[in-house]
T-cell receptor, first 113, second 120 residues
Framework: GEDVEQSLFLSVREGDSSVINCTYT??????LYWYKQEPGAGLQLLTY?????DMKQDQRLTVLLNKKDKHLSLRIADTQTGDSAIYFC?????????????FGKGTKLSVKP | DTGVSQDPRHKITKRGQNVTFRCDPI?????LYWYRQTLGQGPEFLTY????????KSRLLSDRFSAERPKGSFSTLEIQRTEQGDSAMYLC??????????????????FGPGTRLTVT
């Protein structure tokens, strides 16, 4: 079946690194995405990785992929209060329908000053 | 580039009424998606269009829901005879289809701000 799971909450202090984890079940080649949602707003695409990659870095964001364990993580370096939001992991399996992304339930990141 | 826009941002309606939402995608995007998001959940796919053709509908899209994209630009989502269980955020997203000259091999979907529906 298709499923994306995330831990629901993460609390860090300003300036620390945050690591948000995600597991997925679809074994077909896939794209994996991280979205950020602030209160009352839509989803902002942060970064993505294809399943034949191990790592991708984009400024303060580092995505690590363990394809064997189907585990994805998003590391935010030097976390700021403005990073407080809900972070969604989403996957797109190329063998599945063309349309939809499958989202996790989201991880609420709280950054304490 | 103004991004994906949705109208209205909030809608309160009484049970049994019909409601219609509008989505304007990013102008060069030929794919448009509708998702529903309830409290504490991630977005769930409802349907998507490529140009004016509706290519897929999820089982969440009951007979009371209908979506259109008549000219391949903006889209509308109508809910007839609303029920309290329809209360949710309705999100629209757009993308280019793979292989188009502007890229889009990565299925990146860009979301609008959503329409929050409350059915009383």
């Amino acid at each position: 079946g298709e499923d994306v799971e995330q831990s629901l909450f993460l609390s860090v202090r300003e300036g620390d690194s945050s690591v948000i984890n995600c597991t997925y079940t679809d074994s077909s080649s896939t794209y994996l995405y991280w979205y950020k949602q602030e209160p009352g707003a839509g989803l902002q695409l942060l970064t993505y990785i294809f399943s034949n990659m191990d790592m991708k870095q984009d400024q303060r964001l580092t995505v690590l992929l363990n394809k064997k364990d189907k585990h994805l993580s998003l590391r935010i370096a030097d976390t700021q209060t403005g990073d407080s939001a809900i972070y969604f992991c989403a996957e797109k399996a190329l063998e599945r329908s063309q349309g939809n992304l499958i989202f996790g339930k989201g991880t609420k990141l709280s950054v304490k000053p | 580039d103004t991004g994906v826009s949705q109208d209205p941002r909030h809608k309160i309606t009484k049970r049994g009424q019909n409601v219609t939402f509008r989505c304007d995608p990013i102008s060069e995007h030929n794919r448009l998606y509708w998702y529903r998001q309830t409290l504490g959940q991630g977005p769930e796919f409802l349907t998507y269009f490529q140009n004016e053709a509706q290519l897929e509908k999820s089982r969440l899209l009951s007979d009371r829901f209908s979506a259109e994209r008549p000219k391949g630009s903006f889209s509308t989502l109508e809910i007839q005879r609303t029920e309290q269980g329809d209360s949710a955020m309705y999100l629209c997203a757009s993308s280019v289809s793979p292989g188009t000259p502007s890229g889009g091999a990565l299925y990146e979907q860009y979301f609008g701000p959503g329409t929050r529906l409350t059915v009383t």
